[in-house]
């Protein structure tokens, strides 16, 4: 459970008050994600491009999530951003291995905004 809301902190600290400057972020941290698993796991061809059409799919829910509740209620899009993070990591797994899906948690550990608790928003642990 930590380790699903730690990578939802990930991409919601990249979602912005206004949508579109969300979408941006997300997509841009969607970019940095690929980028930076492909470079370490060395991934090439079919794995590389499923990967990154997995990443990229989950920045566009994540985002219709954040259009969706925007700051009007935190709790209900934290939880769809669960689901949403909980299917990535299963799409992710069945293209990664077991070891390349714990470099992967290594990696979103390591993107993790600073100096805020997995699932911490602006105003405390609930929002």
Do not use: C, W
Not at 49 to 71: C, E, H, P, W
Not at 82 to 101: F, N
């Amino acid at each position: 459970m930590k380790r699903v809301l730690f990578s939802i902190a990930i991409l919601t600290a990249a979602a912005a008050p206004v949508a579109a400057q969300g979408q941006g972020r997300m997509a841009g941290r969607a970019k940095m994600m690929a980028d930076s698993l492909v470079a370490r796991l060395a991934l090439t061809g079919d794995r590389e491009t499923r990967v990154r059409s997995i990443l990229n799919t989950s920045a566009d829910q994540m985002q219709q999530v954040f259009a969706k509740y925007g700051r009007e209620n935190r709790e209900a899009m934290r939880t769809d951003m669960r689901k949403v993070q909980v299917e990535t990591d299963s799409a992710l797994a069945t293209v990664l291995t077991s070891e390349e899906m714990a470099k992967y948690r290594t990696l979103q550990a390591e993107l993790r905004p600073r100096g805020r608790p997995a699932g911490a928003g602006p105003g405390g642990p609930n929002g």
